[in-house]
């Protein structure tokens, strides 16, 4: 009875936050963030941008707190606000279920993505100062990666399969803003670059969450499902 009761446990944030907690704690966190920066302190996104010879000055918070403020003025940072939400909202929380429930895993995703995101930023000239719409851009496509022949409308207007969906997505963009969205490209890069290592079961070891955030997030669950692939597949 008491290894079933363990089993039947849910790990401690999915019981407070749902059966996605990460996804529903990303959509907060791009929230908050870019209210306080609009209603509280207009200086605060230029305190979190992305700005490589300050991190070098000790300002080493800039590489992470870039991912959590979205950029242009305020029309363009709704806009952006509303299907980053749109986004994590959807695919997300599918991607984060795809991980067995292994809420850590998929934080260790963020992280490792999000390394790649900001070596691939610090090649370009200039780099761009924010890259929340990078990590959003690595959360879809990895999502169309395992669901490729999923069928999906593109913001309600192009039905597609969801394995064309990030290059229909950059393509769209940049037919309207007449200038490639580096941004999204550096999230989708990364992404990619995690799925190839996912589908080799040697490098798919190496993207397994460190055993202490597993126990931190997920709790006794990780041990009892770790013997399952990386994604759940």
């Not at 991190?55 to 707190?65: K, Y």
């Not at 992280?111 to 090649?123: R, W």
Request: proline share 5%.
């Amino acid at each position: 009875g008491h290894v079933q009761h363990r089993r039947g446990r849910q790990p401690p944030l999915q019981e407070w936050l749902g059966g996605s907690p990460a996804a529903v704690l990303h959509c907060g966190a791009l929230l908050s963030s870019t209210l306080y920066c609009r209603a509280i302190d207009p200086y605060a996104s230029l305190k979190c941008a992305l700005c490589f010879a300050r991190v070098r000055h000790g300002e080493s918070w800039r590489l992470l707190t870039n991912f959590f403020v979205l950029p242009g003025a305020p029309r363009e940072q709704l806009i952006g606000l509303l299907c980053a939400l749109y986004d994590l909202k959807t695919f997300g929380s599918e991607l984060e279920t795809q991980f067995a429930h292994r809420t850590a895993d998929y934080i260790w995703f963020l992280l490792l993505t999000g390394l790649v995101e900001v070596g691939l930023a610090a090649l370009l000239a200039p780099p761009p100062a924010f890259l929340a719409e990078a990590a959003v851009a690595a959360v879809v496509h990895l999502w169309s990666q395992r669901c490729v022949t999923r069928r999906i409308m593109l913001y309600g207007l192009v039905d597609i399969e969801a394995r064309y969906l990030s290059v229909a997505s950059v393509g769209l963009k940049f037919l309207l803003s007449d200038a490639w969205p580096v941004e999204q490209i550096l999230g989708i890069t990364a992404a990619q670059l995690y799925h190839l290592a996912s589908e080799d079961s040697k490098a798919a070891q190496l993207l397994r969450a460190p055993w202490p955030l597993r126990k931190l997030i997920d709790g006794d669950t990780a041990a009892l499902r770790g013997g399952r692939r990386l994604g759940g597949r």
